[in-house]
């Protein structure tokens, strides 16, 4: 750390100090300015985000932290925005409300701080800190980490209840024949019924999404997947939950590829559209199959329920076109 400070009334230090504790490179940091200044700002990062991997505490709990060590700080909250300007303004406008006139003001930042985007009209120092621990480093030791303490157990609930609720995606396709006169639907081991091939989003568009799945659970190449419609999905996981499945369903052309079930899919099969029937179907998927009928002016079949005579595990692929 810097031996001498700059002279000026009030110092303050902009930080997220996202930990269970400080360390000591923190400490070293805030007892500095607080040992060089008569007033200490520490204004804190608030994400819009709750209960993050980089942002996993609220504001008050690292309040206390910082209080429990230095309780003649002044801690505060600034909020993120998207441009610097407008945060440079917003910390300008906090200070300038907490400060006398006249007075003195340095924000302090380490390597690769807030320093390094602010525009404001105070002056800056870089502090140069003699050991730098990772902060993500610790969060993700912590993660590993499960404590048979109460304070342990009640942290982990209160992360629970201090989230937005999600909306969880997930896509399904409707898969047809060259003809448009097919659909390829799916069956897993434990089940009787079958479904529309989908899954999870990841960290990746919609559409690329309903082509890996189709991918990994049918082993076959479809066109450009076109958007149908959303659903919330009754997902017996998450029924008594506040988060809920919502799945977007897409249909797109088989246009490679041998039909061959994987991942957690026992049978493919394909089903002439016409016949189709809710009772084909599980439950959660057959509001899809009214979208899909919808969308492409299909009808159910208005026949009874009967044996189908399939085969576990079959594969029946549909016949290639005449040429």
């Given at each position: 750390m810097q031996p001498k400070l700059p002279k000026a009334d009030v110092g303050v230090l902009v930080g997220r100090f996202q930990v269970d504790d400080l360390h000591e490179a923190h400490l070293d940091l805030i007892g500095s300015v607080v040992k060089a200044h008569s007033k200490v700002l520490i204004f804190l990062g608030l994400s819009p985000c709750?209960?993050?991997?980089?942002?996993?505490?609220?504001?008050?709990?690292?309040?206390?932290?910082?209080?429990?060590?230095?309780?003649?700080?002044?801690?505060?909250?600034?909020?993120?925005?998207?441009r610097d300007e407008v945060w440079s303004k917003s910390l300008d406008s906090q200070i300038s409300d907490l400060v006398g006139p006249g007075k003195t003001v340095v924000i302090y930042g380490g390597r690769e701080s807030c320093i390094d985007g602010y525009t404001g009209r105070y002056s800056t120092c870089e502090l140069e800190?003699?050991?730098?621990?990772?902060?993500?480093?610790?969060?993700?030791?912590?993660?590993?980490?499960?404590?048979?303490?109460?304070?342990?157990?009640?942290?982990?609930?209160w992360a629970a209840y201090n989230q937005y609720p999600r909306s969880i995606p997930t896509i399904d396709v409707a898969i047809w024949d060259t003809d448009h006169k097919r659909l390829l639907m799916a069956r897993k081991k434990e089940e009787t019924l079958f479904r529309f091939i989908g899954g999870f989003v990841q960290c990746e568009t919609l559409e690329v999404s309903a082509r890996r799945e189709v991918q990994e659970e049918a082993h076959i190449e479809i066109s450009e997947p076109q958007f149908l419609g959303s659903h919330i999905v009754d997902d017996w996981r998450y029924r008594r939950e506040m988060d809920k499945i919502m799945t977007c369903l897409f249909e797109a052309e088989h246009t490679f590829g041998i039909p061959t079930p994987d991942d957690d899919i026992f049978e493919l099969r394909w089903f002439e559209a016409a016949d189709i029937h809710e009772s084909d179907l599980v439950a959660e998927h057959r509001p899809l199959l009214k979208i899909l009928c919808a969308k492409s002016k299909l009808r159910f079949a208005k026949r009874e329920e009967k044996a189908t005579g399939w085969t576990d595990g079959q594969v029946i692929p549909y016949p290639p076109k005449e040429k």
């Open positions: 709750r209960v993050t991997r980089n942002n996993p505490l609220d504001f008050e709990s690292r309040k206390q932290m910082i209080l429990d060590q230095f309780p003649t700080a002044n801690v505060l909250y600034i909020k993120d925005v998207a800190q003699e050991s730098y621990i990772s902060g993500a480093e610790i969060r993700t030791k912590i993660s590993t980490e499960v404590k048979a303490d109460p304070l342990f157990r009640a942290g982990v609930i």
